[in-house]
């Protein structure tokens, strides 16, 4: 028996996420792979935790696998849209290929950074 492309199940997307409230902040977890097919489906998700009107937005990275400019360009895109709402951004443990780029690029400085979600919604939770 062959298959013929069009029989072929479509991939499952390579960036998984999830957004909880952890008292008033929110928490948005992505995991997977970051890049430029990948993008369209972090903004989405991060930007609806946005709409959530958090105390604090806490971006949690651990499981992200593989990061490019694109997942950078995001992050710092996220960062000034938050800003301008007035709320801030956490990155949450970074994994080994996050934090790569954020070395190289010097964008770790851009960044508030904590090890874990409770550190990051320390003093937002009521």
Known sequence: MTSTPAD???PAPGLKTDT???GDAVVCV????????TQ????????????YGPAVLAV???????FTADGLNLL???????????????????????RRVLDVTGAA?????????AEATAGYRP
């Open 20 to 22: 909880v409230r952890v």
């Open 76 to 98: 710092l895109a996220l960062q000034d849209t938050a800003r301008d709402r007035g709320v801030p951004l956490v990155l949450v443990a970074p994994s080994a290929p996050v």
């Open 109 to 117: 400085e851009a960044f508030t950074i904590r090890s874990t979600i």
């Open 30 to 37: 992505l995991a997977g792979d970051l890049h430029t097919g």
């Open 60 to 66: 949690d990275l651990d499981a992200v696998e593989l």
């Open 40 to 51: 369209a489906i972090g903004y989405q998700a991060l930007n609806e935790a946005l709409q």
């Open 8 to 10: 072929l199940p479509m």
